[in-house]
């Protein structure tokens, strides 16, 4: 008897065959409904900066500062961010917004506007406008599905308020249902 026979013997029938029946596009549109915050993740190994969006990004621990985020196989910075020891991920305001979309999109120089970008004194690329930003060393690597998810422990911070954002420009960047949105005072509920 198979391991996957062996544990659809156990499931309720009513769970039986379900992961068969989801399709890629309806597990897509759940999440279009589960707004997440924007980051944007950088890295270098040497052989020039890359970077990505990404909307995976969560906390994990506080004692060790932890991380973690996915990467899509489909994006050209994924080869280099598996490779590389150290990565910032910056967290972006719905002042970045250009920069989310700038590093969203395929087939350009992400990099090309050397305004928006530096590098750290580690070496790291790093975009100075983000709400916050946060150097981490790569720690653990799991391959899921057809992308890689990516723990990081955090060594540095840069937080918001220390670089002279607004208030307005440091409300956080969110996407949800394929738009993006901005948090203000005006959206609490509770």
């Known amino acids: 008897m198979s391991q996957a026979t062996a544990l659809a013997e156990h499931q309720p029938a009513s769970h039986q065959g379900f992961a068969n029946m989801l399709s890629a596009d309806d597990f897509k549109t759940a999440f279009r409904n589960h707004p997440a915050g924007v980051a944007v993740i950088t890295a270098d190994i040497g052989d020039g900066p890359v970077g990505l969006t990404a909307t995976s990004v969560i906390s994990v621990s506080a004692t060790p500062p932890l991380v973690v985020f996915s990467l899509s196989s489909a994006s050209s910075s994924t080869p280099t961010v598996k490779q590389a020891e ?78 002279g954002r607004t208030a307005q420009e440091s409300r956080p960047l969110v996407y949800h249902n394929r738009t993006w949105h901005s948090l203000s005072e005006s959206s609490v509920v509770a």
């Open 86 to 163: 150290t990565v910032v991920i910056h967290l972006l305001g719905a002042g970045q917004i250009e920069l989310a979309k700038n590093f969203a999109t395929s087939g350009i120089d992400r990099f090309a506007d050397t305004s928006i970008w530096s590098r750290l004194i580690s070496g790291e690329p790093y975009l100075p406008s983000s709400n916050a930003w946060l150097r981490g060393r790569v720690v653990n690597q799991m391959d899921a599905g057809d992308s890689t998810v990516v723990a990081v422990q955090v060594l540095q911070v840069d937080l918001p308020g220390e670089s």
